[in-house]
């Protein structure tokens, strides 16, 4: 008898903590900042983790209402396309900036300054876009997975 005590306790306290979980999930998909909400999703999918991880946390989302998926899709829709793709071009016209650039510092006397300005300039530009790049690439493959428990979900149904 106290097996069984026990058995229903413990199932009890997973439940208890599975719905404190998915509250919180959907608290993170309402409620947070584009960037805050890229940054969870990046920590709960990060490579490197065991399998149960990855498994529990499918399950998770699994669990979520059609609502929440909904939202979450248009959510991350949203994001994937405001973070556009043809930004990545400027990578490509960097060079001929930087080019025209050290042309024109190169007709002043303090040229060194002006290379120096140029430089770090360029870098920041450049790292604010590979920054941009890698929220897009984490925005895509959560809409695909949602996008993906949705399908599922409704298959379900039927």
Known sequence: MSKKKKTTTNNKQKSERKNEQLKELE?????????????????????GKKKEHYQRNLSLLHS??????????????????SLDPVRRNLMAVMPLFVAYLTIAFNVNVIKWIGFGFVTISVLAVLRQLDKDR???????????????????KEKDEK
Do not use: C, W
């Open 27 to 47: 608290d993170v998909i309402y409620t947070y900042p584009e960037k805050d909400l890229i940054a969870y999703f990046k920590e709960i999918f990060i490579f």
């Open 64 to 81: 979520l209402d059609i609502d929440s998926i909904d939202f979450a899709i248009a959510r991350f829709y949203h994001m994937d396309n």
């Open 134 to 152: 890698k929220n897009r690439i984490v925005t895509g493959y959560m809409l695909k997975t949602f996008e993906q428990v949705k399908a599922r």
